[in-house]
């Protein structure tokens, strides 16, 4: 104790804590008295058990307690990720796709074409585009309402889906017109392309008993000159004369 005078010390018994307090001198005739205070306590094991067994249980009950609250904290964080997740995934497909048919809007088409034909240049390769316009889609709207003419609309998007390539894109421009983008193709497959979804949504109409045909145009990308705008342009010219050469031949 006088060699360390705070300290802990732990044997058989329990723990002893000293504490050294040295006390004020105190002057007694010519004589000066100077007395020091040691405070011992003692702790049995006991105790200590009693006291750590306590505190084991109170940390148990409370992990009990809050546990549950954890649980439920981390189960709608990861929730609420994962609704982030799918909200931010739906509202960029919506932002991108047309509602009715699910196929490109017209926004995204654009920019597709326009960075396509940087890449077919860069790379020197083929780019052919296709308008499409739905026939008589009007005339089946007056006649027997919007939603045959949706049902029109979404069996075109239909035979498109499953003619072209996973590397060519397709997109409703609104109404009853139509935009295909063929990569590394050329004016001949892109039409051959073409009559393959004729056929098909030909062989659609005919299911449901009706005539349903498309008139189409397409072009391929020439000098350095030509971009988006005039793509479309011819394209939608030369449609504009298929659709014309089908109603001679009606």
């Known amino acids: 104790m006088l060699k360390h005078k705070d300290q ?3 044997n058989e ?6 504490r050294y307090f040295p006390l004020s001198p105190a002057l007694l005739g010519n004589i000066v008295h100077s007395e020091d205070v040691f405070l011992v306590m003692h702790v049995s094991k006991h ?39 799918w909200l931010f995934k739906k509202l960029n497909f919506e932002a991108h796709h047309d509602a009715l048919t699910g196929l490109y809007n017209r926004q995204a088409i654009m920019g ?10 860069r790379r020197k390769s083929s780019l052919s585009i296709a308008f499409i316009d739905i026939n008589d889609l ?14 029109l609309i979404k ?17 409703r ?18 039409e051959m392309t073409m009559n393959r979804i004729q056929d098909s949504y030909n062989a659609l109409g005919r299911i449901v008993g009706q005539k349903w045909t498309l008139s189409f145009g397409c072009t ?31």
């Open 8 to 10: 802990k010390v732990i």
């Open 13 to 18: 018994s329990g723990e002893f804590y000293t």
């Open 47 to 85: 105790v200590i058990r009693a006291e750590l067994q306590n505190l084991i249980q109170a940390v148990v009950m409370g992990f009990v307690l809050i546990a549950p609250m954890l649980f439920f904290l981390a189960y709608k964080l990861a929730y609420s990720q994962v609704e982030q997740n």
């Open 112 to 121: 597709y074409l326009e960075k396509n034909i940087h890449l077919c240049r």
């Open 138 to 151: 009007k005339k089946m709207n007056d006649g027997y309402g919007h939603e045959a003419g949706d049902t």
């Open 155 to 171: 069996g075109a998007a239909s035979a498109i889906n499953t003619s072209i390539r996973n590397s060519d894109y397709a997109a």
């Open 173 to 190: 421009l609104g109404g009853d017109e139509f935009l295909i983008i063929f990569i590394d193709c050329n004016k001949d497959n892109a």
């Open 220 to 250: 391929t990308l020439l000098d350095k000159e030509d971009d988006a705008d005039s793509l479309i342009d011819r394209a939608d010219k030369s449609m504009y004369k298929h659709k014309k050469e089908m109603k001679q031949e009606i």
